[in-house]
């Protein structure tokens, strides 16, 4: 009867069967569902001894077509500088709080769609493990957004660990 080996995490040592998990990548959009992979992706990396990547993608701006004339026209060159201003002012908010301390963190901006820079990123960095957050949208939901963290875990040169909302705690009703 054959054993399954036991693998572990460890972090900058070679050991036979192990993970090496020197850096991890944890991709940003700042909203609540992002906040889930933060803790995960921490503790990972006390554990492995590794550093973090935190990354924030900012995505082209589409122009929407139809609504000129309903609102005063702003330039898409300013939004896309106010859109950078904002994230260079969040990100480092983002490493400066307590979940990150002791840790070593590396703060990246870069603009293009989310999934093929999350793994161009991966790929330019050797990263040895994404760490994302899904927002758990299925039906008609799925179908128009997409499902980023997917596409992430299909093209990624690495592990992805892919942290699904939490499911609803049933309600009980009072009378």
């Known amino acids: 009867m054959r054993r399954a080996k036991l693998y572990g995490i460890v ?3 070679e050991s036979e069967g192990a993970m090496k998990i020197c850096t991890l990548l944890l991709p940003t959009d700042f909203s609540e569902c992002a906040e889930r992979a933060i803790p995960y992706a921490t503790w990972l990396a006390r554990i492995a001894g590794s550093r973090i990547i935190c990354l924030h993608v900012i995505e082209p701006i589409v122009p929407v077509v139809g609504y000129a004339g309903l609102v005063e026209s702003v330039p898409l060159a300013d939004i896309s500088e106010s859109l950078e201003e ?27 769609e989310a999934a093929a820079e999350i793994v161009r990123v991966a790929k330019e960095r050797r990263v040895d493990l994404i760490v994302i957050s899904s927002h758990g949208r299925t039906g008609l939901g799925r179908i128009l957004f997409g499902s980023t963290a997917e596409a992430v875990a299909r093209h990624a040169p690495c592990p992805v660990l892919i942290v699904k909302p939490r499911a609803e705690e049933p309600t009980t009703e009072r009378s």
């Open 86 to 112: 904002s994230a260079a002012r969040e990100l480092p908010k983002l490493t400066e709080r307590d979940e990150f301390a002791g840790l070593e963190t590396e703060e990246l901006i870069v603009h293009g």
């Open 11 to 13: 972090g900058g040592v």
